[in-house]
């Protein structure tokens, strides 16, 4: 550790002392201002890591910015212009990051000397209120109690950033350069052309912005759990009129066609019901980017003051020269951050401009019951509180309805002064349409957007619209974009086809039998296939019969074997997704986790259980020799599980899988009398039908995994769900088709319900 300041201070003493006899009672006078200079020194040591506390500032900001970057492009590709929060969002993880890219506002006891140091803190102000522009219609992805628990962080955290602010704004640390005030301190009459007042009037403008944004987020918050309730209960009438066509009746197949237009409609719903879609329209978040702009242009001035002192390297604080990183990044982040809130502003535009819209918008005054339903519904409702005296629960009564009183007001204030500052984009916007329209500056397509004297392309579309209020309507240019987004999505998963070549191949040469290698695989007699001795029984399921089946196929050494291991890891793809959607009980699950397993095993490490089946024992060698030593092989299992006696994850998978065996085994060599006769070459393809039969039995189930994926009953998943439920639609449109050609003749008729249970299969498929 080094003490420069205290030695050289004490060098200089010492030569007073030495050459001018100073008297006793001044050397004590000057020694006392050591003590002052010793912990000065020793505060710059405990400060010299601030350098990097300050570069892990500017990484934390750059996080923030990536983010929003992320959210940009996202928006450019999904041709989202409004920006929807993908990646940057309200939740623990970036409300920590968020915190420590503002350390310089809540910094109350470090020194800001520089003019790079003031304006790095004012910066961080701005940066703040440009991050909570952004972050405004993430607020409409939360369920109700995540939107609590992440708004009441947020405001804790801003109001925390808000009152330091202020505590530094009364103590001096934000004012203007130290050396203005050493100047002023030493000669008072001199004339310091400096603005001593501009830092404080900036951070006391970011203290107010950041309040007033605060206030934008709660209110906008409020407006959301009621707008989601009206949304939910259009798309429940609209989802019922688009399931009365789609609903198939016993053997009534469902064709590609409908598929289509189901999807396409269900996409409308959920792309114009959109919760973001829906935040983003509203007055409080174009009030939010115009406010994000205003804070743009201040920073941007201020920043065009300091570029001298950046070049000079004017940053004298803790922090050091990453005060000039801090200022830069948090510059860039403002900057950058401001296209997205400035862009919501005009999401209006996605909407049908008439005159009767415009003229609601100038109706400011008016507040629709969605900004304060909740309130109103707390009002009226009674707290439940452990008190049994009646003249205090009247009190508490009494309180909570002048509070609710008083925060309807309140959000009914916040309302129209935000409606007031939509109106400036929004004039701006009619302004600039009409202009372009008399003009006939744009092409005719852009000119639509004003809805008038249009011709309406997606009338069969125009019912399933979803819109807030009732006199609101998506523009045509919207809706156009709508439809084509959900077809270049299928058509996307078309593109994807040729990955399972090898599975249409395969389902394209099953027989003309009716599946009957469903029926015949495993006879689930226990009077003629028991079960092996373990306690785990053996589950029904689509994915472990096909994983054991290819076992023994693959094991039998033909040239097919590895087409056929392509064709089944194809396959099994799409038989997860359907076991995921339809077989939701416990055992199903269980049972379909314990086939992914050995399915890792099989097709990567070539074993079964721990076995190499295709090295196997050197006297197994025909047809009849390998079932038996697979069979002979579960006994072996079994009888090692019994004898250990201990039951954990992998005996359980082990039995699941060696009873799966057991079964499929000794069904062949029961059903098969002459299987020593039979060859190698016919027991494969007599396994591969059977495999053939239950995956495209399981994939009939696709169109309703489909329709499933359609319909969510969250409203913050419906979009995510559309969209996969198109790309599978374009994966698997060549299956479907293939499954259902020509009159679908062997596709049993079996309740709808039924179908993705394959014990309902075997059933019908014994007793039809």
Known sequence: MGYNSTDGYLKILDELIDEYYLPANMINKLMGYMKSIYRSDLQNNYSAPMLWIGMYIALASLVCILAMVADLLHGLRSRKLWFPCRYFKLNAAFLAVISVAMKLPVDLSGSMP??????????????????????????????SNELLSNVTGLCIFVITMVVNVCIQISTGVVSYKEDAKVIQKVSPNYDIKISKHRNTVLASIYVALSLVLLMVHVCSSLAILKSKKIIDSKYQQRHQRASKDIQPSPGELLMVEK?????????????????????????????SGVICVLVTILHTLTMSWTIEAIFTKDCDSDYGWSMIAILIVQFIGVVIGTIAPFSRCFATLSLKVSFKIISNHFMV???????????YSWKSASIKLPIHSHNLKVVVEALKRLILIFCIELQEGVVVVCKIIALIPFVFMICLLYSFRFLKWLPKAVIISLGENTTERNKDLRPYVLCLEDEMELGERTLEGLSKSVNEMIQKGEK??????????????????????????????????????????YHDSWSIPVVT???????????????????????????NIVEECLNVTNDHVSIRKEAETLWEEVYVEHKWLGHKFQDLPP????????????????????????????????????????????????????????IENVSHEQLFKDISSTIADIIAACLTNLPQVITMKCHTSEIEKREAGVKDAALLLGETKE??????????????????????????????????
């Open 735 to 768: 299956i479907i088709d293939t499954l259902y050609k020509d009159g679908n003749n062997n596709i049993p008729c079996m309740n709808p319900s039924d179908l993705p249970f394959i014990s309902n299969w075997r059933a019908h498929l014994r007793n039809p």
């Open 496 to 537: 994807r086809q040729p990955k399972n070549l090898n599975l249409r191949e395969l389902i394209q040469g099953i027989s003309s039998s009716g599946f009957q290698g469903l029926a015949k695989f495993d006879h689930i007699d226990p009077n003629r296939v028991p079960s092996l001795g373990s306690t785990v029984q």
């Open 619 to 674: 006297h197994v060698k025909t047809a009849r020799q390998i079932v038996e030593w697979f069979r002979d092989t579960t006994k072996t299992i079994d009888h090692e599980d019994g004898s250990n006696g201990e039951k954990n994850d992998d005996s359980t998978h082990r039995s699941i899988c060696a009873n799966s065996m057991y079964h499929i085994t000794k069904t062949m060599l029961i059903d098969n009398e002459n």
């Open 259 to 287: 598929l289509q237009e189901y999807v396409r409609n269900h996409w409308i719903m959920a792309g114009s019901g959109s919760p973001q879609f829906i935040t983003a329209c509203f007055r409080t978040t174009s009030a």
């Open 365 to 375: 005054f008016e507040v629709e019951s969605y900004w304060t339903s909740k309130l």
């Open 549 to 575: 089946l290819t076992t023994i196929a693959v094991s039998l050494g033909q040239n097919e074997g590895e087409s056929l291991f392509k064709s089944v890891r194809e396959g099994l793809v799409y038989v």
């Open 114 to 143: 520089g003019d790079v140091d003031q304006v790095a803190k004012l910066g961080s102000m701005a940066f703040m209120c440009t991050i909570m522009a952004n972050l405004l219609p993430c607020l409409a992805t939360m369920g």
